[in-house]
């Protein structure tokens, strides 16, 4: 058995804040370069960071405005680090035929 031990993140913009290094190990251990990684409760964008950092694609749902605002300004700046191309996708409709499902904003991103 195996244990990750790495610092853990305090943050004033999330409650559930984690640090980067997790998301990171988990997209280098299961996904190649210029895979997709979708995470569909997106929060404050650690993954979509982590996701950029490393030369993936990101699609990432959220639903808070505010945490939306907070990813896509992380996200960006990840991206300009890495010199890809970034996209925002508004879906502002509350997608009330689709059960369990309600979806304000996507942000989609990736290396080109």
Not at 48 to 53: F, K, T
């Given at each position: 058995m195996s244990v990750w031990d790495m610092n853990s993140v305090k943050s004033d913009s999330h409650a559930c804040a984690y640090p980067i290094e997790l998301p990171t190990r988990c997209i280098l251990a299961t996904t190649d370069i210029a895979d997709t990684i979708l995470d569909p409760f997106m929060g404050s964008g650690t993954t979509?960071?982590?996701?950029?950092?490393t030369g993936r694609k990101f699609i990432g749902i959220e639903l808070d405005a505010n945490y939306h605002a907070i990813a896509?300004?992380?996200i960006r700046e990840a991206q300009q680090q890495a010199n890809g191309e970034?996209?925002?996708i508004e879906d502002r409709q509350t997608h009330d035929?689709?059960?369990l499902l309600s979806m304000n904003g996507a942000i989609a991103?990736?290396?080109?």
């Open positions: 979509g960071v982590a996701a950029m950092l896509e300004k992380r970034f996209v925002t035929d689709l059960p991103g990736g290396v080109a």
